[in-house]
């Protein structure tokens, strides 16, 4: 059983408003990523990192920043909430060895920006 | 750049049928994963093909990958209405290896 963890599951925040998103995972990945999902929706990859201090925006344009201090901790900040934000955050980590790329994911944070 | 696509991406199908899933990859990728996703929820790992030929099952579920053709399928065996979800194929794409998926098939069993 995964053991990744994000909080908080649900979020609904005014505009213009910080939120920071918490990830956690107790398993020694190296590598963690931040993937989007708009309700009934494929999966965009927003941001990854392959280790502390290291971190990669992913495929898809997001107004979101992340850090890596420790392994374990990749957190999602928005500076600045806004109502195009709303959508589902979901956190997933993986080995970082090529020939073993599986991911896994937390419970996700469902966000809403009023 | 690898590019995933699934089809169909809705399915309704009636419980007892048998259906299939199909998943094509543009670009060589090592490896096919399977995923489930119910709604709401987050996303929960099926199955892990390695190689060319290999073929995985669990209950009423049975994937396949084939390389050569670049093509993975998702059979699904007597559907029964626990299975109703939407089911993502994710291939391991670029020079960083990231899980690249596709749009996910919307699997809908009705009595």
């Known amino acids: 059983e995964a053991d990744i963890y994000q909080t908080p599951r649900y979020l609904v925040i005014g505009t213009g408003k910080k939120i920071t998103l918490e990830c956690s995972q107790t398993?020694?990945?190296?590598?963690m990523y931040w993937y989007q999902q708009d309700p009934g929706m494929e999966l965009h990859l927003i941001h990854y990192?392959?280790?502390?201090?290291?971190?990669e925006k992913g495929d898809l344009s997001s107004e979101s920043t992340v850090s890596r201090i420790r392994t374990e901790h990749f957190p999602l900040t928005l500076e600045s909430a806004r109502p195009s934000h709303t959508s589902q955050y979901l956190c997933?980590?993986?080995?970082?060895?090529?020939?073993?790329?599986?991911?896994?994911f937390g419970q996700g944070t469902r966000l809403t920006v009023v | 750049e690898l590019k995933v696509e699934q089809n169909p991406l809705f399915l309704s199908m009636q419980e007892g049928k048998n259906y299939t899933i199909y998943c094509n990859y543009s670009t060589t990728s090592d490896r096919l994963y399977w995923y489930r996703q119910d709604p709401g929820k987050s996303l929960e790992s099926l199955f892990v093909?390695?190689?060319?030929?290999a073929v995985k099952q669990e209950g009423r579920l049975m994937a396949s990958l084939d390389t050569k053709a670049r093509l993975s399928t998702l059979h699904i065996t007597a559907a029964v209405h626990d299975l109703s979800a939407t089911y993502f194929c994710a291939g391991v794409g670029g020079s960083q290896g990231n899980l690249i998926f596709g749009k996910g098939t919307k699997l809908s069993v009705k009595p």
């Open positions: 997933a980590s993986s080995e970082f060895d090529r020939m073993n790329t599986e991911a896994f």
């Open positions: 398993m020694g990945h190296d590598k």
């Open positions: 093909l390695l190689s060319n030929g």
């Open positions: 990192s392959y280790g502390v201090n290291s971190t």
